[in-house]
């Protein structure tokens, strides 16, 4: 019988077939042999080719539809033999010394059960960004002064603060291992409900009886394109109950802080939302009185929600645009396309 690999690599491949060689490349770079680790590819379409190759590398393979992120995620997390599991986003990359890192740091740490390391970013066509155009989450600059920083069990009062104002360390899933056994039971059931996978992998890190290592090494290389789902409409209505179900999740595991800012960040969230798909509807001529119904309902939500009335044209444009809609569209739907052109949310 074949000894059970030490560490799993879930690839997921959604729709995006273009990088899945980068990623797979930079699998069979890895410094660490490849008989102590195993591959798992799940994905949402059938490629009788790239399915023989996947498996005569000894990858498993899964078909897979469901759209859920978590649940698709969790499907391929059951189908795991390793006791760790790690994940590779299908446009981004993993450095030849990660797996091999990520273990080291799991057997130094035997209580250990989440680990996270930085990213570097690169283009579409994988060539490095210069580092002055990351965005802030990317450069992570808070681990400059911290270096690598491990928190045992009983030691994770401050990551709220660690992981929300010092650091990013809650970004970016294919930056992330843990113990396959903390999506068991009810962490793994929350999982299987999200759509912000890397969030709710860092929050299981933070509610699970086990230990949490943030790496300052930069060992991912994160793909940075206008495609990016994050950048799209519908991922702020994502985002809005992803946060509030992971609010509950917090709460009942004991964390109300966690459970209070989650639940902060889906009105923001929601807020976000309901502005750009106004705007998305009066860019593509809506009818007037669905956008008349829309406005009604954005403004609503603001005077529900105070924290969110900031006077920021990114809060009352929305609105704005909404009212003069009813009687000026066609000039108000060319500004409307502008506006989520500049914000890449077309």
Not at 42 to 67: H, I, M, Q, S
Not at 92 to 113: I, S, Y
Not at 272 to 283: D, E, F, K
């Amino acid at each position: 019988m074949a000894p059970v690999p030490e560490v799993a690599v879930i690839l997921g491949d959604y729709s995006r077939r273009r990088y899945l060689r980068f990623a797979l490349a930079s699998l069979a770079a890895q410094t660490l042999p490849r008989e102590r680790f195993e591959i798992v590819v799940t994905k949402n379409y059938l490629d009788p080719e790239l399915d023989r190759a996947l498996a005569a590398d000894g990858a498993t393979v899964l078909f897979d539809e469901e759209p859920r992120i978590g649940r698709w995620l969790r499907h391929a997390v059951n189908a795991c033999r390793a006791p760790i599991v790690t994940f590779l986003d299908d446009d981004d990359e993993f450095e030849p010394e990660r797996l091999a890192r990520l273990l080291e740091v799991f057997a130094q740490h035997p209580d250990l059960g989440f680990y996270r390391n930085r990213v570097s970013v690169i283009d579409r066509e994988g060539r490095p960004i210069p580092f002055a155009a990351w965005r802030p989450h990317e450069q992570d600059l808070g681990f400059d002064r911290l270096g690598a920083v491990y928190l045992a069990p009983g030691d994770k009062a401050r990551l709220l603060e660690l992981a929300t104002r010092t650091t990013h360390a809650t970004f970016n899933t294919s930056s992330m291992a843990l113990r396959r056994e903390l999506l068991d039971g009810d962490l793994g059931d929350g999982f299987e409900m999200t759509q912000l996978e890397d969030l709710y992998l860092f929050l299981t890190g933070v509610l699970a009886p086990s230990g949490v290592y943030l790496d300052d090494r930069r060992l991912t290389r994160f793909r940075f394109y206008s495609g990016n789902v994050s950048r799209m409409v519908r991922w702020l209505g994502y985002a809005e109950w992803s946060y509030r179900d992971m609010a509950q999740v917090a709460d009942r595991h004991g964390r109300p802080d966690f459970g209070t800012w989650l639940r902060a960040q889906s009105v923001h969230y929601g807020r976000m939302y309901r502005g750009s798909s106004l705007v998305a509807r009066i860019a593509a001529r809506g009818d007037r009185r669905e956008v008349a119904q829309r406005t009604a309902d954005y403004l609503r939500f603001l005077g529900r929600h105070p924290k969110e009335r900031a006077w920021t044209l990114d809060t009352w444009a929305a609105g704005a645009y909404g009212i003069a809609y009813v009687g000026l569209s066609s000039l108000v739907a060319r500004f409307a396309r502008r506006r989520l052109l500049a914000r890449g949310a077309a």
